[in-house]
């Protein structure tokens, strides 16, 4: 597997409160994508970024912002969690857009 | 916006058998048709793409078609074995040159 982690595996969390899921890299890959995976609705985009600050929306970015400081870390915050976003979570890499993405080992995110 | 259709959503094929994956997209501009494979509890990984510029691409068992003026690919696996039981994504770019993923299809291969 691609040098991407994720952190935390796995989180309950309140209705409510903020939460924050962590992807790390070792490839020094330009492209970070955040997607959502949802039983009959495959792999959702919610955001990526092309670059250190460079982010842009998915199809299902509402509820979700991220933020992108460094090459190696993609962070994204659910403001106020919601249970419609109980999921698994997975983010991905890549060099380029139109390129292999490696995907990281997912986040399940229960919301209560 | 982009759309990526997958069928079938769910397939059963004899161990042996051929199994056929289809998706169609409805941005002209996509230009890039990956195909990933997802065990069960693992992450998805690629097992194949394709560019527009080619018709097919084959990797040992799997091959992947491509016919962009009916905007349509398909996954192709020969010889099916026991460790081809898995859900499959096809995905294509748009425009803005996201990727959008089709909704899975569940492969069982029956002993």
């Known amino acids: 597997d691609a040098g991407i982690t994720q952190s935390p595996r796995h989180k309950v969390t309140e209705t409510g409160t903020p939460v924050t899921l962590r992807c790390h890299q070792t490839e020094n890959h330009r492209y970070m994508y955040w997607y959502r995976q949802d039983p009959g609705h495959g792999l959702r985009l919610i955001h990526y970024?092309?670059?250190?600050?460079?982010?842009d929306k998915g199809e299902v970015s509402d509820g979700y912002s991220v933020s992108r400081s460094k090459t190696e870390d993609f962070l994204l915050t659910l403001e106020s969690a919601t249970s419609s976003q109980t999921s698994v979570y997975f983010c991905?890499?890549?060099?380029?857009?139109?390129?292999?993405?490696?995907f990281g080992p997912g986040t399940r995110l229960t919301v209560t | 916006g982009e759309n990526v259709e997958q069928h079938p959503s769910t397939l059963s094929v004899q161990e042996g058998d051929s199994a056929v994956i289809k998706c169609t997209y409805s941005?002209?501009?996509?230009?890039?048709f990956p195909w990933y494979k997802q065990e069960l509890g693992k992450r998805p990984q690629l097992i194949i793409d394709?560019?527009?510029?080619?018709g097919e691409k084959k990797d040992q068992r799997i091959a992947v078609t491509l016919n962009k003026t009916a905007k349509h690919f398909s996954l192709h696996i020969t010889e099916t074995q026991p460790e081809d039981s898995a859900v499959y994504f096809c995905?294509?770019?748009?425009?803005?040159?996201?990727?959008?993923f089709g909704k899975g299809t569940r492969l069982h291969i029956l002993p």
């Open positions: 394709i560019r527009s510029n080619v």
């Open positions: 970024s092309y670059g250190v600050k460079d982010t």
């Open positions: 941005d002209s501009a996509s230009n890039y």
């Open positions: 991905a890499i890549s060099e380029s857009s139109s390129y292999e993405q490696y």
């Open positions: 995905a294509a770019t748009n425009r803005d040159d996201k990727i959008i």
